[in-house]
């Protein structure tokens, strides 16, 4: 595989990774804006509606019918977070040319059905059309609220939102519910073309196709957007917790408890040396089901229905996410706390160490046999550290991980906040 990166103008990036590994290409735009409460409704809002139809293919089936032509192509849009920065995407997955009939070009129609999706929406008065803003304000507000349904997920989210109270990164990437049914489509439509002028433009592509074909294809469909721009993007680090431990605690008619556990990383990110370390840590701790937080916690005591972490790597997080019966909150805690007090203190075997990072290694190349991820990953390299690697290079560096750095990252974890969601009745 070929990386390829090359700024268009100032603010708006383009790379490829150049591979004959899939038998798709994979063409990805993402504009990205800082996160804020002010303007995420409209961000999460805006690609639903430019996905309803283009000026050329006004209707969902039109779109089909065109993604259809192009032997199954799926063109779709994407809202994630990196950071304190929201991204708005629209990628569009299609098959390879030598796969087509006669060798015929999919890239270029593929490119300008995304170009024209993006940037000539079906309109009526010189706005977005009313009943596709409706319609989509709806499943917005209806998809922000269907969050509390999936406990575990929201146990993390209610977590976050009161570990980072006071910081951009507590905001909910697609906005508020009641902003969503209130939106105007003309609010919308200016939302859309300040999107266009200030975001940073991102472009990807994975597949087989040359990188200098990339860059003419989206010189003649995106040319809109390849003027420059300032738009920074940020992700602010809190190496310590600001002071003691902080508990919150949400009561709903549920049947099984959720604990969940807010840690500062100290610092570590993507960008520090001691990150292969903490991929290592948290595999170990609870990112596989070798961990420790499996095994013993789960298994071992029963005192966990699920327990696992995670880490947020351009954030500084690490969270732990575990369903427990009500009685056995503290006992539960105390025990996901004494497994990494271990660690702490180099209890560990080396088995459990290098099957910690072999976890890690094989997650990594596992990303890479995925066009999706792959196109997931450069963009968060591409928005906050270009130079760093997210394939053999990290691989070697994790399968390096000594257990007195591995001790030395957990050593550098600190508690911030503890979540509880109990029943009514407990």
């Not at 591979?19 to 804020?36: A, E, N, Q, R, Y």
């Not at 999706?117 to 269907?146: H, K, M, S, W």
């Not at 105390?334 to 203190?345: F, K, N, V, W």
Request: net charge negative; aromatic share 6%.
């Amino acid at each position: 595989m070929r990386q390829h990166w090359k700024r268009l103008a100032d603010g708006v990036e383009l790379a490829v990774s150049q591979t004959d590994k899939f038998k798709t290409g994979l063409l990805g735009v993402t504009l990205t804006i800082p996160l804020s409460e002010d303007t995420a409704t409209a961000g999460a809002l805006i690609p639903e509606v430019l996905s309803r139809g283009s000026r050329n293919h006004p209707s969902m089936e039109a779109l089909s019918a065109a993604t259809d032509s192009l032997y199954g192509a799926f063109l779709g849009p994407v809202v994630r977070q990196r950071g304190e920065s929201q991204c708005v995407s629209l990628l569009c997955s299609f098959i390879g040319d030598r796969y087509a009939l006669d060798g015929a070009a999919v890239l270029e129609p593929a490119a300008g059905l995304t170009g024209e999706v993006l940037l000539d929406p079906a309109t009526e008065g010189g706005l977005f059309r009313q009943d596709y803003v409706e319609c989509e304000r709806v499943n917005l507000a209806d998809r922000i609220q269907a969050r509390v349904n999936d406990k575990r997920s929201w146990a993390v989210f209610r977590l976050i939102q009161e570990m980072c109270a006071g910081e951009v990164y507590a905001v909910d990437k697609l906005g508020d519910a009641d902003r969503a049914r209130a939106m105007t489509r003309a609010e919308l439509w200016v939302a859309y073309q300040e999107l266009l002028a200030g975001a940073k433009v991102n472009f990807y592509y994975g597949g087989s196709a040359n990188p200098e074909r990339v860059e003419d294809a989206i010189r003649r469909f995106f040319a809109p957007l390849l003027n420059g721009r300032d738009a920074p993007v940020h992700c602010t680090v809190k190496a310590e917790p600001s002071g003691p431990v902080r508990t919150a605690v949400d009561s709903m008619e549920v049947t099984q408890g959720k604990l969940a556990m807010g840690f500062r990383t100290g610092g570590i990110t993507m960008e520090n040396g001691d990150y292969p370390a903490l991929l290592v840590l948290n595999a170990m701790y609870g990112g596989s089901a070798n961990s420790k937080l499996f095994l013993n916690v789960r298994e071992k005591l029963s005192l966990c229905y699920y327990a696992s972490s995670m880490i947020d790597k351009l954030k500084g997080l690490m969270v732990v996410s575990s369903g427990v019966e009500f009685a056995q909150f503290d006992r539960a805690q105390e025990a996901i706390l004494a497994q990494l007090e271990a660690i702490r203190q180099g209890d560990f075997t080396r088995d459990e160490l290098t099957a910690a990072a072999r976890t890690v290694s094989n997650s990594i190349r596992g990303r890479l046999d995925s066009q999706g991820q792959m196109e997931d990953d450069r963009l968060t390299c591409l928005l906050f550290h270009p130079a760093s690697g997210e394939g053999e290079t990290l691989i070697q560096a994790v399968e390096g991980v000594t257990a007195d750095r591995v001790a030395e990252a957990a050593r550098k974890l600190k508690l911030d906040t503890i979540y509880r969601l109990t029943g009514k009745e407990s």
